[in-house]
């Protein structure tokens, strides 16, 4: 699917950070702040927050538009705290993590490079490390778009198993994009890494 990332940003500009997001950290409890992956960084929303609550944040996206951004946008406090990369989700270094956030990307990975990209989110998860992501389910408008992703619940359970699933909502509305009108098949996923 080929898609203006940058008219993308400016259409989302000034927008709160996800539901999803704020779920992860409710879930992360009274845990200080510590490492943070934010997986398709995008328009920095979710990477802005993640700083200003204290968090050391690794800001990775495929889109160059994302890292000007947010580089621009970053203040001169949290600029040591964060490390911003331009990379496909299959070849970044995502290091160690207390926190990934994969709000609304991992569907914009082609089928072929999802495995390895997904494997790369599990080794990143340090133990009672959080995952929230979105992934989208076959009923979702652009499941017809070449070079995407799409998981039935069944499948998206198998990419959970291991892990403590805190949360896994399945949403099938219509709804709008900032293209215009559209059906949403979508999962939300929180889960935690064992200590164990």
Not at 183 to 194: D, G, K, L, T, Y
């Amino acid at each position: 699917m080929d898609v203006d990332w940058a008219a993308y940003y400016a259409a989302v500009s000034g927008r709160q950070p996800r539901p999803l997001f704020r779920r992860a950290l409710e879930e992360r409890g009274d845990s200080p702040p510590g490492a943070a992956v934010d997986l398709g960084s995008g328009d920095g929303t979710e990477t802005l927050a993640l700083l200003g609550e204290g968090w050391r944040v690794r800001s990775i996206d495929a889109a160059p538009a994302s890292a000007e951004l947010i580089l621009d946008r970053v203040s001169d406090e949290h600029r040591p705290k964060l490390a911003v990369q331009t990379s496909s989700f299959e070849e970044a270094d995502m290091g160690e993590a207390d926190l990934v956030y994969a709000g609304l990307s991992l569907p914009f990975l082609d089928a072929s490079t999802f495995p390895l990209a997904w494997e790369r989110i599990r080794a990143a998860l340090r133990p009672g490390a959080i995952l929230a992501a979105h992934l989208f389910g076959p009923n979702d408008t652009w499941a017809a778009e070449p070079g995407m992703t799409f998981h039935d619940r069944a499948a998206v359970e198998a990419l959970l198993d291991g892990l403590e699933i805190l949360a896994l909502d399945e949403i099938d509305e219509d709804g709008a994009a900032t293209s215009g009108p559209k059906h949403w098949h979508v999962f939300e996923v929180v889960a935690r890494q064992p200590t164990g």
